[in-house]
Antibody, heavy 120, light 108 residues
């Protein structure tokens, strides 16, 4: 059974870097069948797409976050990661990782999410 | 970027039909995906593409598009359908993913 699990600090100070990791079990992030992505939901607001990547190294970023954002993958650990620098309170959100079947534009599998609060 | 607008909340009597709408220019070009999310749980994909249900999703869930409005219909709502529902598509200009504002469905 496929599972995605987010991990990382629950509290980050303003101006510092938010780093999260998604550990995937039951499927390979090196498969050409899927894209892997990050989505967040600020408290009381709708979801926001952050970024996606494909096994061939292609990356796609939300333009509003691109200047502060990077995603990477470690196929040996079957993990992919998110780094968002210069965070502010506006980056406080539940962060989800998710799997998109290539060609469908749909996130067919999500992690439960991890709450990240930006506060001093 | 495109915005996908949903009503914040709707209610439906047990066994009745409810339609959840999502408005945005995206749907003149792209399909809508719909997700169900219960508190503290991962979102679940219930409809994708033209009107496709993933394995395990009951056939009381269906999707449609008319003009700039995508709809998710629950025909014969059950108590377990009480949840937040949100739509997902692509920005018509940038092709970036966009999400709806979400609708809380209460089953009475």
């Amino acid at each position: 059974q496929v599972q995605l699990q987010e991990s990382g600090p629950g509290l980050v100070k303003p101006s510092e870097t938010l780093s999260l990791t998604c550990t995937v079990s039951g499927a390979s992030i090196s498969s050409s069948t899927y894209y892997w992505g990050w989505i967040r939901q600020p408290p009381g607001k709708g979801h926001e797409w952050i970024a996606s990547f494909y096994y061939d190294g292609s990356t796609y970023y939300n333009p509003s976050l691109k200047s502060r954002l990077s995603i990477s993958a470690d196929s040996s650990k079957n993990q992919f990661s998110l780094r968002l620098n210069s965070v502010t309170a506006a980056d406080t959100a539940v962060y989800h990782c998710a799997r998109e079947r290539a060609g469908t534009d749909a996130y067919e599998m999500w992690g439960r999410g991890t709450m990240v609060t930006v506060s001093s | 970027s495109s915005e996908l607008t949903q009503d914040p909340a709707v209610s439906v009597a047990l066994g009745q039909t409810v339609r959840i709408t999502c408005q945005g220019d995206s749907f003149r070009t792209y399909y809508a995906n719909w997700y169900q999310q219960k508190p503290g749980q991962a979102p679940i994909l219930v409809i994708h593409g033209e009107n496709n249900r993933p394995s395990g999703i009951p056939d009381r869930f269906s999707g449609s598009i008319s003009g700039n409005t995508a709809s998710l219909t629950i025909t014969g709502a059950q108590a377990e359908d009480e949840a937040d529902y949100f739509c997902h598509s692509r920005d018509i200009n940038t092709k970036d993913f966009v999400f709806g504002t979400g609708t809380k469905v209460t089953v009475l």
